[in-house]
């Protein structure tokens, strides 16, 4: 089985953490012992988030001007690299092999995303410290970019090659390097759940598994009546986005990802915690999709 699952941002570093070095492998460790046995029984793609690292890079780059700065494609390139190594230390651990590839995925130029840049990333400051930065709800300050549509994982054939030769892949982090179809880095960052959903559908994957924050994906949640959804089909969570269940910032954007998968031809998509992971592959926890 061919498996893609996407690890949100506390399975890899807590809110309480200060985001040392020492934090985020043993974060990495303990991911990794949760998912130990489907690492060692099927075809693994592991992507992650990079919205801490990134945003401890850009603090870095304000502290001083003895360096020069650098772009938001090349700061994803190096949160892959620094992410990738801690996850590819913990999957040492295992006795498996792994490989952690730089993602790059191609997106249009001319996308709308670019004209109006919605997605706030990084620290909040007092005042603005450079160009393109917006008020965030009156907490302050942040750097406001542009979230294009990602269309293609320009390494995704590299990807299946290397989980046909055993290797576990680290692939996609932080939604991956948005760059033009010629190849030039692009000033932007790309939904994460979207593009590791592409991945998924690109790469064949059997089953598309979402790591977040809570055991399931909820009507009415955080309210009396809320009920979990165990098992539904494309056609029902269309109909449960409808009704305004999902809130845009958290649930709705695994929700639409998982339907984009199934979709492309994928079988089945899991939304769960790392808590609960192995039962839900097993479909015995979290929130189940498919086409039926």
């Given at each position: 089985?061919?498996?893609?699952?996407?690890?949100?941002?506390?399975?890899?570093?807590?809110?309480?953490?200060?985001?040392?070095?020492?934090?985020?492998?043993?974060?990495?460790?303990?991911?990794?012992?949760?998912?130990?046995?489907?690492?060692?029984?099927?075809?693994?793609?592991?992507?992650?988030?990079?919205?801490?690292?990134?945003?401890?890079l850009l603090l870095q780059q304000q502290g001083t001007s003895e360096v020069p700065e650098m772009p938001l494609d090349v700061l994803g390139a190096m949160t892959q690299g620094e992410i990738g190594y801690f996850i590819a230390s913990a999957v040492s651990l295992t006795g498996l092999h792994s490989a952690t590839l730089l993602t790059r995925v191609v997106v249009n130029p001319e996308d709308p995303a670019f004209r109006n840049p919605t997605k706030p990333i990084g620290p909040f400051y007092e005042k603005p410290v450079r160009e393109g930065m917006k008020m965030d709800a009156g907490r302050g300050y942040r750097l406001v970019v542009a979230?294009?549509?990602?269309?293609?994982?320009?390494?995704?054939?590299?990807?299946?090659?290397?989980?046909e030769k055993g290797f576990v892949v680290i692939a996609v982090g932080g939604g991956g390097i948005p760059i033009k179809g010629s190849g030039e880095g692009m000033e932007a960052v790309i939904d994460k759940d979207r593009a590791t959903s592409l991945l998924a559908g690109q790469i064949n994957?059997?089953?598309?598994?979402?790591?977040?924050?809570?055991?399931?994906?909820?009507?009415?949640?955080?309210?009396?009546?809320?009920?979990?959804?165990?098992?539904?089909?494309?056609?029902?969570?269309?109909?449960?986005?409808?009704?305004?269940?999902?809130?845009?910032?958290?649930?709705?954007?695994?929700?639409?990802?998982?339907?984009?998968?199934?979709?492309?031809?994928?079988?089945?998509?899991?939304?769960?915690?790392?808590?609960?992971?192995?039962?839900?592959?097993?479909?015995?926890?979290?929130?189940?999709?498919?086409?039926v």
């Open positions: 089985m061919r498996v893609v699952i996407a690890l949100g941002g506390n399975a890899l570093l807590p809110k309480q953490a200060k985001g040392t070095a020492e934090e985020q492998l043993e974060a990495a460790k303990n991911a990794i012992i949760r998912i130990e046995g489907v690492l060692k029984s099927s075809q693994v793609v592991l992507t992650h988030g990079n919205g801490p690292q990134v945003g401890n979230s294009p549509e990602p269309l293609k994982i320009r390494e995704h054939d590299a990807i299946s090659a290397l989980l994957a059997d089953l598309l598994v979402f790591v977040t924050s809570v055991d399931s994906v909820y009507l009415n949640f955080g309210k009396p009546n809320q009920s979990r959804i165990s098992k539904t089909s494309v056609k029902m969570a269309k109909k449960y986005m409808e009704e305004g269940h999902f809130a845009e910032g958290s649930m709705q954007p695994k929700v639409q990802a998982a339907i984009s998968f199934l979709e492309q031809g994928g079988k089945k998509a899991t939304i769960c915690s790392m808590e609960n992971i192995n039962d839900a592959i097993n479909e015995k926890a979290g929130t189940i999709i498919s086409n």
